[in-house]
């Protein structure tokens, strides 16, 4: 049995973004929120630019995990044949955790079978700066009226737009005309403050951020992809500028839509962006200030590991704004259909999700695994998978079946490390996993857990080890071991995805005496439903 004590967690509750409003009131709420945060400090902006800027070395990079996750799946099959009584084997094999007739099945169509078959998406993080749709013209920097094709715009999904159309991971996004300049060079310090005095002095901010804000509200952007879409704008607008004028009107803008954003440059004047958030980010360089700052470069370059940067001196008591959020509550994009298939013995799972949001998550920064659990992509996919899963499922004992769809995961899911699979470590959002043709421990955690909660109605843990994420479901006991938690009078027995031929109950054993974490729970609290997140 494992004895665990619980860490503390909030609650946070999640729910669908409201619709937008018109656009003038839209804007006169956004100018109502950081009309005082102006005041405080962005009329003054412009001095602090042109003052000191201070060198700061970064800190390196938070790892997520600390040691390296099995280049295989463990398998319990052998350990639990051996140890099962005559009943648990009937229950095993009728569940499908060691039944040879039980195979799975991909979709035969699905190309995506190798790490090298995914090879376009390795600069996913550069797609918003492809060429121009095929179907429009470009003419000094604007994107004429286009005539065909979905497109994004602050009114929501239409099929002609007389404005600016830009390229955005492929998708057409579009914003109305404004008339404004930017330098085509920054170099120095000075040139900073210069471009934020000229952009101030036309007022720029009053007009654009407003609709940059209800452009990133219709179509459900989290803060961060605020700032890539902001950059493949002004990228695409302003062609002939060098990188650093435009990160310079990025940082003018964000800090107008009240982010607590900074701008940095390195020795030999590249231009950096140092972003708060409200989560931890892994894997990323940061500066340690008042708040952690994370390094970004212009997307598409390489990111830093570590580096000595130079930021402009604030005072010590001014508002520095709010940090960014990277959860989203779903997105609305132009849809490009992909057709997910995956099967285990008389267990089916299909469908049609928006291919458009891979690559725009290929490079996601990495929060931890709650907050990727508590994200929400698309509400339709998902609730299209809970209601395949009812379907079949739901005349069985909730515990049995979830552990009918917890061994679908364990062999129907092929698993590979994302070292191994991505090169890099790759946290998958809920719907990702059903379009990768592999997964790890935590994307299959992250997976099970929502359809467990929301598909069977049992209170589920999304749980760390050091290296290792699982899933813990509440029960007063199960059938197939006894390797649980307490908290109170609730028990949660471990029920790990990754863990091959193990049913609900049974732990990998170099974890059994190691506490776990929660890095989420599904529950109902006061009659309603909750995620508690870390």
Not at 143 to 165: F, H
Not at 198 to 226: M, R, T
Not at 413 to 423: E, I, M, V
Request: hydrophobic letters at 40%; one cysteine or more.
């Amino acid at each position: 049995m494992i004895m665990t004590g619980v860490m503390a967690i909030a609650a946070v509750t999640s729910c669908h973004a409201d619709p937008p409003k018109g656009f003038e009131e839209f804007r006169r709420g956004l100018l109502d929120n950081f009309n005082s945060f102006k005041s405080r400090i962005l009329e003054h902006y412009n001095d602090f630019l042109a003052g000191e800027w201070h060198e700061y070395e970064s800190l390196e990079a938070d790892m997520r995990y600390t040691q390296p996750k099995p280049e295989s799946m463990p398998s319990a099959v052998e350990i639990v044949a051996e140890e099962a009584t005559d009943q648990q084997k009937e229950m095993l094999f009728s569940l499908g955790f060691s039944n040879p007739d039980f195979k799975a099945g991909l979709n035969p169509e699905d190309r995506r079978k190798t790490p090298e078959s995914l090879e376009w998406l390795r600069n996913a993080v550069a797609l918003y700066k492809a060429s121009t749709p095929a179907d429009s013209v470009k003419t000094d920097g604007n994107v004429e009226k286009v005539s065909r094709g979905d497109i994004m715009t602050c009114e929501g999904l239409v099929e002609d737009y007389d404005g600016e159309i830009f390229n955005f991971y492929g998708m057409k996004f579009a914003l109305p005309r404004f008339d404004f300049s930017i330098r085509d060079s920054i170099s120095q310090t000075v040139d900073y403050a210069n471009q934020w005095t000229e952009l101030s002095d036309a007022d720029v901010a009053s007009e654009v951020a407003p609709a940059l804000a209800n452009l990133q509200k219709v179509s459900g952007l989290s803060d961060y992809l605020l700032f890539e879409m902001m950059m493949a704008w002004l990228d695409q607008k302003f062609p002939q500028a060098n990188d650093a004028s435009k990160m310079s009107a990025a940082h003018y803008l964000l800090a107008n839509m009240g982010f607590g954003v900074r701008i940095a440059m390195d020795k030999e004047g590249t231009p950096f962006m140092l972003l708060p958030f409200d989560e931890q980010v892994y894997g990323r360089a940061y500066f340690k200030m008042a708040k952690n700052y994370y390094v970004f470069s212009m997307p598409g370059k390489e990111q830093v590991k570590s580096i000595g940067l130079r930021t402009p001196q604030l005072p010590n008591n001014a508002d520095l704004g709010k940090s960014l959020n990277l959860r989203m509550d779903g997105l609305t994009l132009p849809f490009k259909p992909y057709h997910y298939f995956f099967k285990y013995g008389n267990l089916k799972i299909e469908g049609d999700m928006n291919e458009n949001v891979i690559p725009m998550l290929y490079r996601y920064p990495q929060m931890a695994t709650g907050g990727f659990a508590a994200s929400m992509i698309s509400p339709e996919v998902r609730e299209d998978v809970v209601r395949q899963i009812k379907r079949q499922l739901g005349d069985m004992d909730p515990l049995q079946a979830a552990d009918k769809l917890l061994a679908m995961i364990q062999f129907g899911f092929p698993y590979a490390t994302d070292d191994n699979f991505h090169g890099f470590e790759k946290p998958y959002f809920f719907e990702e996993i059903l379009y990768y043709p592999k997964s790890d421990c935590e994307d299959r955690a992250v997976f099970y857990s929502y359809l467990v909660w929301n598909a069977f109605g049992i209170e589920t843990d999304l749980i760390a080890y050091p290296y290792h994420e699982a899933t813990a479901i509440r029960a007063d006991n199960v059938w197939g071991g006894d390797a649980h938690y307490t908290e109170g009078d609730k028990k949660f027995y471990i029920s790990d995805p990754t863990f091959v031929g193990a049913p609900t109950g049974q732990c990998m054993p170099q974890f059994m005496e190691v506490k776990p974490t929660i890095d989420l729970r599904y529950t109902k609290v006061a009659d309603m439903d909750t995620i508690q997140s870390e």
